[in-house]
């Protein structure tokens, strides 16, 4: 990853799971986060996307509206048409990680809830795959790295 951007922030519309031309799952879904305090505190929103098998495990399910979310990933730009026919830029973030945190989404969307024994396996599942693609990727992370720091 070339960046690295970390976030505490809500789900603003449930997870919703679409395919690639080339098959690849992308569950995409809005976060708020708030930025500065007092009066000057502002709402940024990214559009998050989770890719291939984390987008097709059991956690998407949990990732509805309202859901506060931990997210880390790769943040860029995107530029759009909007229907005014204005040019439109959006915060863009990869996930390499994401944790729910705190309440939120459970209780406005009811119909998706699970045992918390499904849920503990989709985090599981979700954890599992993120071993399996670090082991895969060429480049050093984070946790490759000693915690000592050298002065």
């Given at each position: ?11 603003g ?8 031309q ?13 930025v ?10 990214l ?8 987008a097709?495990?059991?956690l ?7 859901q506060?979310?931990?997210?880390i ?16 830029f ?6 390499s ?10 209780q406005?969307?009811?119909?998706r809830?699970?045992?918390q024994q ?34």
């Amino acid at each position: 990853m070339s960046n690295v951007f970390s976030a505490l922030g809500r789900i603003g519309r449930d997870a919703e799971v679409r395919s690639t031309q080339s098959g690849t799952s992308v569950a995409g879904f809005p976060v708020a986060v708030d930025v500065g305090f007092g009066d000057n505190k502002q709402t940024m929103w990214l559009d998050a996307s989770l890719w291939g098998k984390r987008a097709e495990s059991g956690l998407v399910q949990y990732l509805v509206k309202g859901q506060q979310v931990h997210v880390i990933g790769e943040i860029g730009t995107r530029e759009f048409q909007k229907r005014d026919g204005a040019a439109g830029f959006a915060v863009t973030l990869k996930l390499s990680e994401i944790d729910l945190a705190g309440s939120g989404g459970q209780q406005q969307a009811p119909q998706r809830q699970q045992p918390q024994q499904d849920y503990q396996q989709a985090q599981s599942n979700y954890a599992q795959q993120q071993g399996q693609q670090r082991q895969t990727n060429q480049q050093p992370s984070i946790d490759d790295f000693s915690d000592e720091i050298p002065f």
